[in-house]
C-alpha cells in the first residue's frame, strides 16, 4: 500500500515537473499581472457606469433644487459612453466656481444626454461609425453674474443655413428613417426654456461642426430670456 502511495506522489511529481518545463513561466509572469490589472480596470469601469446610471435616474420632481451642473454633467458623460465612444473623444471643461444651479435634475440630465448624443450623431455623419480616427466633443460650463452657462461642441457636419431655423422643431430630423426622431432638439428647448426659465441657442459652421449653449438662471425668481 505504501508502496502504490509513493509511486502515485512520484508519478504525480514527475507530471508536475513535465508541465512546469511545458509553461513558459516568464511568460505567465508577465501576463497574468496585466490580465488581473485589465479585470481590475473593468471592474471600476463597470462600477463607475453603474453608479452613474443610479444618478442618471434620480427621480424627477416637480419644483426646481440646488443642482450640481458639473457633477451631472459628468454623469451623462459615463452613461452616454456607449452613444460617443467608437466616434469621438469627450473632453470636459468644467469651472470648478460654479454654484449649485436651481434646476430639475432628472430633466436638466436628458436635455444634456440629448445634445451629447446629436454630437456623437452629427460626428458620426463625417467619420463614419468604424472610424479609425475620431472627432472630439467638448462640454464646457462657466458661471456668469447671474447664469450657468454649459456649451456641448462637435467636430461634424455643422448645420446647413437653411435648416437652422427649423431645428428646435419638434419632429423636424435631417436623419434617414430609423436614425432619429425628431424629438431630441425639441426636448432640449422644451426643458430648458419653458421648464427651467432658461435659454438655449446654437452657433454653427458647416464642415466644421455646431456648439449649442444653454443658460440657466441662477436666480429662480429671474424671467426667462427671450429666444
Not at 9 to 24: H, I, N, T, Y
Not at 118 to 139: D, H, L, M, P, R
Not at 204 to 209: A, D, H, P, T
Request: a negative charge; charged letters at 25%; proline letters at 5%.
Amino acid at each position: 500500500m505504501q508502496g502504490s502511495e509513493s509511486s502515485s506522489a512520484s508519478d504525480l511529481a514527475c507530471r508536475f515537473g513535465q508541465l512546469w518545463q511545458q509553461s513558459d513561466l516568464d511568460y505567465l509572469l508577465a501576463e497574468v499581472p496585466r490580465a488581473i490589472d485589465q479585470c481590475l480596470d473593468g471592474l471600476q469601469r463597470i462600477a463607475k457606469i453603474v453608479r452613474a446610471m443610479k444618478e442618471f435616474s434620480h427621480p424627477g420632481a416637480d419644483e426646481k433644487a440646488p443642482v450640481d451642473i458639473n457633477r451631472a454633467i459628468e454623469t451623462t458623460v459615463a452613461v452616454s459612453r456607449n452613444e460617443w465612444k467608437y466616434v469621438a473623444e469627450v473632453d470636459l471643461h468644467l469651472d470648478e466656481k460654479l454654484p449649485l444651479v436651481p434646476c430639475l435634475h432628472g430633466e436638466f440630465n436628458q436635455a444634456i444626454l440629448n445634445l451629447i448624443v446629436n454630437a456623437a450623431q452629427a460626428i458620426a455623419g463625417v467619420v463614419g461609425e468604424t472610424a479609425s480616427s475620431k472627432g472630439k466633443i467638448t462640454v464646457s460650463t462657466r458661471c456668469l453674474s447671474d447664469a450657468a452657462e454649459i456649451s456641448v461642441s462637435d467636430t461634424g457636419m455643422g448645420i446647413p443655413e437653411a435648416i437652422r431655423s427649423r431645428i428646435f422643431e419638434p419632429f423636424f430630423t435631417t436623419k434617414p428613417v430609423g436614425k432619429g426622431t425628431g424629438q431630441g432638439l425639441s426636448l432640449v428647448h422644451a426643458t430648458i426654456v419653458k421648464r427651467l426659465k432658461g435659454r438655449v441657442w446654437f452657433d454653427s459652421e458647416v464642415g466644421r461642426g455646431t456648439t449649442f449653449f444653454i443658460r440657466l438662471p441662477l436666480d429662480v425668481s429671474t424671467p426667462p430670456v427671450a429666444e
